[in-house]
């Protein structure tokens, strides 16, 4: 079965930058959209970025952040520049096979297949 495993959050300055990643493991057939989501304590689940594996159309609404996808490697990427501290969150990559051009990609719900997460603290 598939299985996703993030990498790279920590503790950065306000004003730094990260790049996260998510490898994929295990079969993924044909196209699909994988997505980064992050979660603050007691706020709920949001959309950060995602792509698409056939044609690599990214999605984002802040212009910080830069995602890709490395489809030989099977590992999504997600830069992120000028951190401020309201971005300190548990970051989760999520990947479906079923969303075709990464249409519904702000759900949560849309996702089938979750990473267990990554620390990301900005201060």
């Known amino acids: 079965h598939v299985q996703l495993v993030e990498s790279g959050g920590g503790s950065v300055q306000a004003g730094g930058s990260l790049r996260l990643s998510c490898a994929v493991s295990?079969?993924?057939?044909?196209?699909?959209?994988m997505g980064w989501f992050r979660q603050a304590p007691g706020k709920e689940r949001e959309a950060v970025a995602a792509i698409y594996s056939g044609g690599g159309r990214a999605h984002y609404d802040d212009t910080r952040v830069t995602v890709s996808l490395d489809n030989a490697k099977k590992t999504m990427y997600v830069q992120m520049n000028g951190l401020k501290p309201d971005d300190t969150a548990t970051y989760y990559c999520?990947?479906?096979?079923?969303?075709?051009?990464?249409?519904?990609?702000?759900?949560?719900?849309?996702?089938?297949?979750w990473g267990q997460g990554t620390q990301v603290t900005v201060s």
């Open positions: 295990g079969p993924m057939y044909g196209y699909y959209c």
């Open positions: 999520a990947a479906d096979s079923g969303l075709f051009g990464c249409i519904s990609w702000r759900l949560p719900a849309e996702f089938h297949v």
